[in-house]
């Protein structure tokens, strides 16, 4: 019998969960290719580590785009490598593989996932929507004829749905996620300090400072980059409320993709939703009172969950454990 793998397959990172053992890789989804071959030269953390200082003999790709795949040959062999890393060496038979996709993806993009997915080396790949896995790795009751509001902020998009009876009733997806608050966070401080800095920085500054609203006692961070006029490195130091400042516009943008799905709702899944709140998951949940802002502009309490970053891996893992209960929401007759 193989084994089952569930993978969350994202715009940032890969996470691969196995049955039995939990989260067992968690890298970025990153490759590096030689600009000579495209042999691949690293994929994942190795690769992240080479972006923004790879020489003319190598690019750097993120073959995830917005939740989809952007580039079909590099997405193949980054799930073959993970694949490979999460059976072992030595492997008697092809892994079963459920992967999660975005809400509102094309037959055309599930087609492709799917396909990536056995010519990676899968026996069969299934394919789960992600705010149904992000539901089930949160521990939500979804086979219960009851609402549940779930809000994923991934990477590259944000999927708000609203889940009963192990599918999803209204669903809305905006492609605004980490990566945008990374860019928003890099052009302030460009506009601002005249200072150029790396996605990677961007990040820091967010994951270290970051906040959905505006402190009291701000904290603060020691910025380094390019200073565009004399092209010499420069110092900065950067607080807190300058990036809440930053993020604005792209925290905008979740906040009403959350009130659309909200005006969607009907009203008896609507009125479970005020009792039991709103769920976060994704790596963006963990930008600091981010629930406290979708609190605060909806009037619907918002929770974070347990391990949010993981929440779809294991969701994914879960899914494919629980195959029968769930197959009539996994999408697309084809995939069967």
């Not at 996932?113 to 010519?119: K, M, Q, S, T």
Request: glycine letters at 10%.
């Amino acid at each position: 019998m193989g084994q089952k793998i569930g993978i969350d397959l994202g715009t940032a990172n890969v996470l691969v969960y196995v049955k039995g053992k939990g989260i067992v890789i968690a890298e970025p989804s990153v490759v590096a290719l030689s600009t000579r071959n495209s042999r691949i030269r690293a994929v994942g953390a190795d690769a992240l580590a080479m972006l923004g200082r790879e020489p003319e003999s190598i690019e750097v790709v993120r073959p995830m785009r917005n939740g989809v795949i952007a580039d079909y040959v590099v997405t193949e062999a980054m799930l073959k490598y993970f694949i490979g890393r999460a059976c072992g060496r030595f492997r008697i038979s092809k892994p079963e593989v459920m992967i999660c996709i975005p809400a509102g993806v094309t037959s055309v993009e599930m087609r492709a996932v799917r396909d990536a997915g056995l010519a990676a080396g899968a026996r069969q790949a299934w394919l789960i929507r992600e705010p149904l896995a992000a539901a089930i790795g949160a521990n939500i009751p979804v086979a219960q004829p009851s609402g549940n509001l779930i809000i994923d902020i991934g990477g590259g998009t944000t999927e708000v749905a609203v889940i009963s009876l192990n599918d999803i009733v209204v669903s809305d997806s905006v492609r605004v996620g980490g990566n945008k608050l990374d860019e928003a966070i890099a052009t302030y401080i460009k506009r601002k300090y005249n200072i150029v800095i790396g996605e990677r920085t961007a990040e820091s500054v967010k994951i270290e400072i970051g906040s959905a609203i505006p402190m009291e006692r701000p904290l603060t961070m020691q910025v380094r980059g390019r200073d565009q006029v004399t092209g010499l490195p420069r110092t900065v130091e950067v607080d807190s409320n300058e990036v809440t400042e930053s993020i604005q516009e792209a925290l905008e943008a979740i906040v009403n993709t959350v009130r659309a799905v909200l005006a969607e709702t009907p009203p008896e899944l609507s009125s479970d939703i005020i009792d039991k709140g709103m769920i976060m998951t994704g790596g963006g949940a963990m930008l600091r009172r981010a629930n406290e802002l979708l609190t605060e502009v909806t009037g619907v309490p918002c929770y974070v969950a347990d391990q949010p970053a993981h929440c779809v891996a294991i969701g994914t893992g879960l899914a494919l454990e629980n195959l029968e209960v769930l197959r009539d929401s996994l999408s697309g007759d084809f995939l069967n």
